[in-house]
């Protein structure tokens, strides 16, 4: 079974910085997966907002370009996502998720983690406030 924990979430005030971290553990070859980024705020869908292929091909949806940076180490079998200049927006909790990047739905209307596909963390709480 691929095991995945997210961690590195927290609260912070408007404009303020976060890194989020994602372990992999688990009969996968890291350096195969591909790296996905939810989030899900209360009432809301559950939203990719971030991806990295293995080959370190990166994507951002609009409301995070520029302000987001997701990378990846190998070696330490853990992704990152950089998440600056935070806005009161960003409140959600944050997944990872593994698998082949085809797998990654836009959108899931329901609890990210029981999303049918992918490999998902327990995900982390970022609370940004204003």
């Known amino acids: 079974e691929v095991l995945l924990a997210e961690s590195g979430g927290g609260s912070v005030q408007a404009g303020g910085s976060l890194r989020l971290s994602c372990s992999v553990s688990g009969p996968t070859t890291f350096d195969d997966s591909d790296i996905g980024w939810y989030r899900q705020a209360p009432g809301n869908e559950c939203e990719l907002i971030s991806s990295?292929?293995?080959?370190?091909?990166?994507a951002y949806v609009d409301s995070v370009k520029g302000r987001f940076t997701v990378s990846h180490d190998s070696a330490k079998r853990t992704a990152y996502l950089e998440m600056n200049n935070l806005k009161p927006g960003d409140t959600a909790v944050y997944y990872c998720?593994?698998?082949?990047?085809?797998?990654?739905?836009?959108?899931?209307?329901?609890?990210?983690?029981?999303?049918?596909?992918?490999?998902w963390g327990q995900g982390t709480q970022v609370t940004v406030s204003s």
């Open positions: 998720t593994e698998d082949d990047l085809e797998a990654f739905a836009p959108r899931y209307d329901g609890r990210c983690p029981e999303a049918p596909f992918a490999n």
């Open positions: 990295i292929t293995s080959d370190g091909t990166t």
